[in-house]
Structures are given as C-alpha cells and as structure tokens.
C-alpha cells in the first residue's frame, strides 16, 4: 500500500518512528526493490540501540510503510528494509517540512 502525502499527514507517528523513518528513506541508494539498509545501520546513524530502532520498524511496518525482507547471505539471516514509496518509485511521503 502506498500512502499519500494527506493519508500520512492524518498518521500520528511518534518523533522517534518518524526519525527513523526519515533516516531509513535517506539511505535507499539503488533502484527501487533493492535495499541493504538494516536497524543496525539506522541504530548506528541515530546514536540509539537496535532495540529502540526495531519498535520504530515494528510500528512502521503494523502502518504499510515500510516492509521487511528477510533473507540469508552466506547462511547469514539477513533482514533488509524497505518502503513502499522507494519501491514503487513515488516521492518521499515523510513530512520535512518542505512543499
């Protein structure tokens, strides 16, 4: 499900998930479909543990925002991050601030 920017605006996301969030959209790189973002490396970018970071996720994922792909690269779990947005090529839906 994609969001529109007025069907995200009527969300009530606490600050936290929406930071997270924001520092999840700025580290989607590639073309859409592919990510090798994790919670570590948006624990690691907010200064907070892999804990708070994964709540945040939890939340964001109950919402359709953001999905997780769980996979194994050389029999290491691996769980990546996406949003749908990014995968589905759209504009960013987080608030910034800006029109």
């Given amino acids: 499900m994609i969001l529109t920017k007025e069907q995200f605006a ?3 996301l606490p600050d936290f998930s929406l930071a997270v969030l924001k520092v999840l959209e700025s580290m989607m790189y590639a073309e859409p479909g ?3 973002v994790m ?11 892999r ?6 996720i ?3 994922v109950k919402l359709d925002i953001v999905y997780v792909e769980y996979t194994d ?7 990546f991050l996406h ?3 990014w995968d ?8 910034t601030g800006e029109d």
């Fill in 58 to 60: 939890a939340e964001l």
């Fill in 73 to 79: 690269i050389n029999m290491e779990k691996r769980s």
């Fill in 51 to 56: 804990q708070a970071v994964g709540g945040a």
């Fill in 39 to 49: 919670a570590d490396d948006i624990a690691r970018e907010l200064g907070v543990s």
């Fill in 83 to 85: 949003t749908y947005a």
């Fill in 34 to 36: 592919f990510s090798d």
């Fill in 10 to 12: 009527a969300i009530e």
């Fill in 88 to 95: 589905y090529n759209v504009e960013s839906i987080c608030l």
